[in-house]
């Protein structure tokens, strides 16, 4: 192929054995939202499985069902938590997919939508980040409807939850103190809950103190460090996407060489990647000088010809920066990096995520 | 009442069944009509019509039927499994390959009956050995590359002769080297099938030699340059989600990650399901505009991956209210031109950037 993403499901595996090991004894939840961070959906959930995940996070209904669908069963944990407004359950119910829930219609949606199997719900609170989760002077009522809902036997209520702002330590702090209060509120109301969970990536890895019952991790099972300061490897973890393109030609302009890729902004090459970003060449560095719609230019020397394989970010093996690097130096986050390489540049999965 | 397209001022949910939340709707009306326009300018040239990147992010095969029900036309894509896919789906039109591995398998194109664009003189031997169906000659009007000069036609010509090819089509931005190249190649035996030119330049056939004009992103209403499209066209692309949740807030809240954003006085903050996993870039935060009862609202706070938040203030907005990211901005809606002003790259690459997770719907 001219370009493509080569997934390392063995990197997969050894970080989500790793990050499990360090977040024990809570759980550990894989969120594989957005195509798995652009790794592809269905072949993460089974190497997730493959790696021993026993609980799998995704965002909308469509994509839980697709991991059932691909052969996780329900001894595994999938969970879906964000809605059309006029969403259908009934699927979702069916194939015992757990179900986050920030509203009242959404709570009463799920439980007309339960047929022989009961649905299983996480309440989730927003404690800061004003975005999904009820305010807090909702909560009571939420809590309450819940707690008619289970006991007419019409749902089953296993998780509270939350995400967290990570605007500070201070304030992350802060939303664990709204957290408990929320899940005292709860108590008082006779509500209680198997699963508490609220931190993500960051604080997940940070704070033993923040991690309750489930850490949720995205980031860090690719290989992307979610805070400042550290390598992937200082914190365990390998990057797990590799992203190449074959030079299709070359030119020299103004004294100095080029060489064209066929990857630009419209495959996901962020906006700000020219005269930031190098990629590598036969273990050399190249600096990206130009991003096209479609292309981009990198200044190499007279060795490298059309043909020769670039590798745009990496594992840092080949000399070439990580996904971090991308992302620092674009003033964004290796998340938004790796979830943006379009679908038309293949996946090609290699090694095996089981460890053996 | 509600168009088909989830009127962005009526509020109306019904487009967004299901679990439907994230939606690109594509008027075929508006791509037709684009196209007969910008072939009314070419005054009769041929056409080579490049759905790059997947008909740049609108749907490969949509596009390319919407655009061969106007008329004949040669099709470009970005790579094999692309015209495969258009194969594949019944098109017949001449198909060309802008980027042909080097590894390609030998007759992987004669395979479906695919053309290939060489850009390099080792290109043209690749596309020979995959056996393309004909050759066309990328000169700089796709590639970006320095002043083609004489040694590269000359090395150009040796590469035609080596894998005995023995006709091609030429194309450039440049019209001087064009029928220069165009001379250059006939003196030495080599067939010039056409000259291709892009859109908007003279495109009279001089010479003798068949012009042809490459439209590109132009078809969709949108420009692969910093420069917008062309008066004579209109975004054909529309990105919309639902509202899907409300919640009263507090003066001085901090709104997203990082709390970059805070209300400034007692507000209804909405969630709308689209962010920088959508392919809406993670730095419009606090920039980039989007429309809701017709009136302009600059997302509020950082983009998430799956989500924003618009500080609706007392507009009586409801869940399920049709939130228009870019669109025509005869609507009142953004565009994606005003989103690539905002980023620093073409609008085709800000709509060519959505996600897969996107729907594409052509209505």
């Known amino acids: 192929m001219t370009s493509e993403a080569i997934v390392d499901l063995t990197a997969f595996g050894k970080n989500v054995r790793h990050l499990r090991s360090v977040v024990a004894p809570a759980e550990f939840m894989v969120v594989l939202k957005a195509?798995?961070?652009?790794?592809?959906?269905?072949?993460?959930?089974?190497?997730?499985?493959?790696a021993g995940a026993q609980r799998i996070g995704v965002l909308d209904v469509d994509s839980a069902l697709a991991v059932r669908e691909a052969g996780v069963g329900t001894d595994t944990m999938v969970m879906a938590w964000q809605y059309g407004p006029s969403q259908d359950f009934s699927a979702a119910v069916a194939a015992q997919v757990d179900l986050g829930v920030s509203q009242q219609h959404e709570l009463r949606a799920i439980a007309d939508a339960a047929g022989s199997a009961t649905a299983s719900v996480h309440l989730k609170i927003d404690t800061g980040l004003n975005r999904n989760g009820a305010a807090p002077q909702d909560w009571p009522a939420l809590v309450s409807l819940a707690r008619s809902l289970r006991d007419a036997?019409?749902?089953?209520?296993?998780?509270?939850?939350?995400?967290?702002?990570?605007?500070?330590?201070?304030?992350?702090?802060?939303?664990?103190?709204?957290?408990?209060?929320?899940?005292?509120?709860?108590?008082?109301l006779g509500v209680a809950f198997e699963v508490r969970h609220l931190a993500a990536s960051s604080a997940g890895l940070r704070r033993s103190d923040i991690r309750y019952d489930m850490v949720r991790m995205g980031g860090h099972c690719w290989g992307i460090p979610s805070f400042d300061g550290v390598t992937p490897s200082q914190i365990g973890?390998?990057?797990?996407?590799?992203l190449t393109s074959e030079v299709t030609s070359t030119f020299t302009e103004r004294g100095e060489r080029m060489a064209v890729l066929a990857l630009g902004h419209a495959q996901g090459i962020p906006a700000k990647a020219a005269g930031r970003v190098s990629v590598a060449i036969a273990g050399r560095r190249a600096p990206v000088r130009h991003v096209g719609t479609d292309f981009m230019l990198v200044a190499v020397d007279e060795t490298v010809c059309a043909g020769d394989i670039a590798t745009l970010f990496g594992t840092g093996a080949g000399g070439e920066q990580t996904v971090r690097e991308w992302g620092d130096l674009t003033d964004t986050l290796g998340d938004e990096i790796v979830t943006r390489i379009a679908r038309g540049v293949p996946r090609r999965y290699v090694g095996s995520a089981s460890g053996e | 009442m509600t168009d088909a397209l989830g009127d962005a001022t009526a509020g109306e949910p019904s487009v967004f069944s299901g679990g439907c939340t994230r939606l690109a709707f594509v008027s075929k009306q508006v791509v037709e009509d684009n196209l007969r326009a910008l072939r009314r300018e070419?005054?009769?040239?041929?056409?080579?019509?490049?759905?790059?990147?997947?008909?740049?992010?609108?749907?490969?095969?949509?596009?390319?039927?919407?655009?061969?029900?106007?008329?004949?036309?040669?099709?470009?894509?970005?790579?094999?499994?692309?015209?495969?896919?258009?194969?594949?789906?019944?098109?017949?039109?001449e198909i060309v390959v802008w980027n042909l591995p080097a590894t390609a398998a030998r007759d992987e194109l004669s395979a479906s009956g695919l053309s290939a664009a060489a850009s390099s003189p080792h290109a043209v031997g690749v596309a020979?050995?995959?056996?393309?169906?004909?050759?066309?000659?990328?000169?700089?009007?796709?590639?970006?590359?320095?002043?083609?000069?004489?040694?590269?036609?000359?090395?150009?010509?040796?590469?035609?002769?080596?894998?005995?090819?023995?006709?091609?089509?030429?194309?450039?931005s440049d019209a001087r080297l064009l029928h220069e190249a165009a001379g250059f190649f006939t003196d030495r035996g080599i067939e010039v099938r056409g000259l291709v030119s892009p859109v908007g330049r003279?495109?009279?056939p001089i010479g003798g030699y068949a012009g042809i004009v490459r439209i590109g992103a132009e078809v969709f209403g949108l420009s692969e340059t910093l420069?917008?499209?062309?008066?004579?066209?209109?975004?054909?692309?529309?990105?919309?989600?639902?509202?899907?949740?409300?919640?009263?807030?507090?003066?001085?809240?901090?709104?997203s990650y990082g709390y970059?954003?805070?209300?400034?006085?007692?507000?209804?903050?909405?969630?709308?399901?689209?962010?920088?996993?959508?392919?809406?870039?993670?730095?419009?935060?606090?920039?980039?505009?989007?429309?809701?009862?017709?009136?302009?609202?600059?997302?509020?706070?950082?983009?998430?991956?799956?989500?924003?938040?618009?500080?609706?203030?007392?507009r009586g907005a409801v869940v399920g209210d049709v939130v228009e990211f870019f669109g025509d901005p005869a609507g009142g809606a953004p565009s994606a031109q005003d989103y690539a002003e905002l980023l620093g790259i073409s609008s085709a690459a800000v709509v060519a950037g959505l996600t897969a997770r996107v729907m594409r719907r052509w209505t």
């Open chain 1, 35 to 50: 195509d798995a961070y652009g790794h592809g959906l269905v072949p993460m959930a089974r190497a997730a499985v493959e």
């Open chain 1, 153 to 188: 036997g019409r749902i089953r209520i296993t998780g509270v939850w939350s995400h967290i702002a990570e605007a500070s330590e201070d304030e992350d702090t802060e939303s664990m103190r709204r957290f408990e209060r929320a899940i005292e509120v709860a108590g008082e």
């Open chain 1, 237 to 242: 973890i390998i990057p797990v996407m590799t």
């Open chain 2, 42 to 93: 070419a005054f009769g040239a041929g056409v080579l019509i490049d759905l790059s990147s997947e008909a740049w992010g609108h749907g490969l095969v949509d596009a390319a039927r919407a655009v061969t029900s106007v008329g004949p036309s040669t099709i470009a894509v970005s790579n094999v499994p692309d015209g495969i896919a258009l194969r594949s789906e019944g098109i017949d039109s």
């Open chain 2, 128 to 172: 020979v050995r995959t056996g393309a169906a004909h050759v066309w000659l990328d000169l700089g009007i796709k590639r970006v590359a320095g002043a083609t000069d004489r040694p590269e036609l000359e090395a150009f010509a040796r590469a035609l002769s080596a894998a005995a090819q023995g006709s091609v089509t030429l194309c450039a």
């Open chain 2, 202 to 204: 003279d495109v009279a």
């Open chain 2, 227 to 255: 420069a917008p499209a062309p008066v004579s066209v209109r975004p054909a692309l529309s990105l919309r989600a639902p509202i899907i949740a409300l919640k009263d807030a507090d003066r001085d809240v901090g709104v």
């Open chain 2, 260 to 314: 970059t954003y805070r209300t400034s006085q007692p507000t209804t903050l909405a969630l709308v399901p689209v962010g920088y996993g959508d392919g809406v870039d993670r730095s419009l935060g606090n920039r980039a505009q989007v429309l809701l009862r017709g009136q302009r609202l600059t997302i509020a706070g950082r983009v998430a991956m799956d989500a924003i938040v618009l500080d609706v203030g007392a």
